[in-house]
């Protein structure tokens, strides 16, 4: 199975007021990049739902060397293989148009059955990959585990997020993050790494509450609805 490399110019609605691209718009890179991907080794989304079954990303780690601008030209690369019985393991990279790397990321996936909602290990699924995936990105976070401050939001899970999995878009997470974080609790002006827990899936009009904790340059993140958590976020900032 070989890399995937896709050209794109980044867009006016994947950047924010400073022109550059968003972090959550990354992540959605990332996640078409994999579909693309998927799809041209008959693994993608016809073939999964086809066979009653989803792919679903459990985890992600993130990393910008520098956001590229609106307009600006930038290439993907992603190769894929199994990390277990269990998971396959992503990696994808952006670079700009002189090869430089800007950005990386880290994926786990897993094939959940449409009913049940339950993993399916790949070799049952019959998904033939790579029993390897080179790596193309540096070491993940070192956690904090000391606190100055923390806050609580509370929220609803709204509808514009939902996916066309039928629950809320990963990327939906991060922007849920960062739009309720207060401003005493944010060390720096955007995430330079971030990495993503998803536990549980969320749907349309399920009460949420975000816990937010401090640690220098590091803010940690837990997504719950009830007492269950949903998805636990660590950001190291700029």
């Given at each position: 199975?070989?890399?995937?490399?896709?050209?794109?110019?980044?867009?006016?609605?994947?950047?924010?007021?400073?022109?550059l691209?968003?972090?959550?718009?990354?992540?959605?890179?990332?996640?078409?990049?994999?579909?693309?991907?998927?799809?041209?080794?008959?693994?993608?989304y016809?073939?999964?739902?086809?066979?009653?079954?989803?792919?679903?990303?459990?985890?992600?780690?993130?990393?910008?060397?520098?956001?590229?601008?609106?307009?600006?030209?930038?290439?993907?690369?992603?190769?894929?293989?199994?990390?277990?019985?269990?998971?396959?393991r992503?990696?994808?990279?952006?670079?700009?148009?002189?090869?430089?790397?800007?950005?990386?990321?880290?994926?786990?996936?897993?094939?959940?059955?449409?009913?049940?909602?339950?993993?399916?290990?790949?070799?049952?699924?019959?998904?033939?990959?790579?029993?390897?995936?080179?790596?193309?990105?540096?070491?993940?976070?070192?956690?904090?585990?000391?606190?100055?401050?923390?806050a609580?939001?509370?929220?609803?899970?709204?509808?514009?997020?939902?996916d066309?999995?039928?629950?809320?878009?990963?990327?939906?997470?991060?922007?849920?993050?960062?739009?309720t974080?207060?401003?005493?609790?944010?060390?720096?002006?955007?995430?330079?790494?971030?990495?993503?827990?998803?536990?549980?899936?969320t749907?349309?009009?399920?009460?949420?509450?975000?816990?937010?904790?401090?640690?220098?340059?590091?803010?940690?993140?837990?997504?719950?609805?009830?007492?269950?958590?949903?998805?636990?976020?660590?950001?190291?900032?700029?």
């Amino acid at each position: 199975m070989q890399d995937i490399n896709i050209q794109h110019s980044v867009t006016s609605y994947e950047c924010g007021a400073d022109h550059l691209l968003k972090p959550a718009s990354f992540m959605h890179f990332c996640q078409e990049v994999a579909e693309t991907h998927a799809s041209s080794n008959n693994l993608g989304y016809e073939w999964s739902t086809t066979n009653g079954m989803i792919w679903v990303e459990v985890q992600g780690d993130f990393e910008f060397v520098r956001r590229p601008s609106w307009k600006e030209p930038v290439n993907l690369r992603s190769n894929t293989g199994k990390a277990s019985a269990l998971q396959a393991r992503r990696f994808v990279e952006m670079s700009d148009t002189e090869g430089n790397i800007i950005a990386r990321a880290d994926l786990m996936w897993v094939l959940i059955d449409i009913n049940s909602r339950r993993p399916i290990p790949l070799k049952k699924a019959m998904a033939q990959m790579p029993d390897e995936c080179p790596a193309i990105i540096s070491e993940p976070l070192t956690l904090a585990t000391e606190f100055s401050q923390s806050a609580t939001v509370e929220m609803i899970a709204p509808r514009r997020d939902v996916d066309f999995n039928g629950h809320i878009n990963n990327g939906s997470y991060l922007i849920w993050t960062l739009e309720t974080l207060p401003e005493e609790l944010c060390p720096g002006t955007a995430p330079r790494r971030f990495r993503i827990n998803f536990k549980r899936e969320t749907f349309a009009g399920q009460e949420i509450r975000i816990e937010h904790r401090i640690a220098g340059k590091q803010t940690q993140h837990s997504i719950l609805s009830g007492d269950e958590l949903r998805a636990e976020i660590v950001i190291e900032w700029e």
